[in-house]
């Protein structure tokens, strides 16, 4: 955030300075379409991996297309991308995360389940999930972009997921951020 001054303040110098995340890529923005066209969606980039439970499709995936996410131009979503089953997918990054063990971090993110109408979004759910052990669960149900948080212990090394979406009920999350709280 940019601070220009407030009156006839003004602000020339400052030592303002932006925390850093311990989550690789955390707007999903790696991933571009390898045609270069507008959108496309994968299971995988290069920073995050999505599954789908046996006998799902793409219940987990990462696309590229500016009218479905909060900022810049890829998001990941939860739900069947092809429409294909009503099973729950799950997102997390291809490498663990090089934290402090007994350091407290805190995951941020926003989650927006109104892509269908409120009637069919009455299932969209998302579970975050760390080193195995759900932290935060978000109540079932339409909601428009919303920012989350939740503090966490690290073990060092740990493991972040994000699961949920049963289709027609999808979950988009973006902007996915972990902060070291104290050490």
């Known amino acids: 955030m940019d601070n220009y ?21 955390g707007g999903f ?8 066209g507008d959108a496309c969606y994968t ?3 290069p920073s995050w991996k999505g599954s789908s ?35 729950a997918g799950t997102i997390t990054p291809t490498s663990l995360l090089n934290t402090v063990p007994g350091a407290k971090y805190e995951v941020q993110f926003f989650h927006d389940s109104s ?10 759910h998302v579970d ?6 759900t932290v935060l669960s978000l109540a079932p149900g339409w ?14 090394n740990d493991k972040l997921e994000f699961h949920g979406g049963t289709y027609p009920a999808i979950s988009f999350i973006d902007d996915v951020y972990v902060f070291l709280l104290s050490s």
Do not use: M
């Open 143 to 156: 909601q428009p972009w919303t920012y989350h948080k939740v503090a966490v212990t690290a073990k060092g």
């Open 29 to 36: 923005e790696s991933y571009t379409c390898p045609d270069g």
């Open 5 to 25: 001054g407030q009156g006839n303040i003004k602000v020339t110098y400052s030592r303002g300075y932006r925390r850093i995340s311990v989550l690789p890529d």
């Open 128 to 133: 975050v999930i760390w080193n195995g052990e």
């Open 53 to 87: 439970p046996s006998g799902g499709t793409l219940d987990a995936s990462f696309f590229h297309f500016k009218d479905y996410v909060r900022s810049g131009l890829s998001v990941a979503l939860l739900g069947s991308a092809s429409g294909s089953d009503a099973l």
């Open 43 to 45: 299971d995988s980039i």
């Open 115 to 124: 892509f269908h109408a409120p009637e069919l979004s009455r299932d969209a």
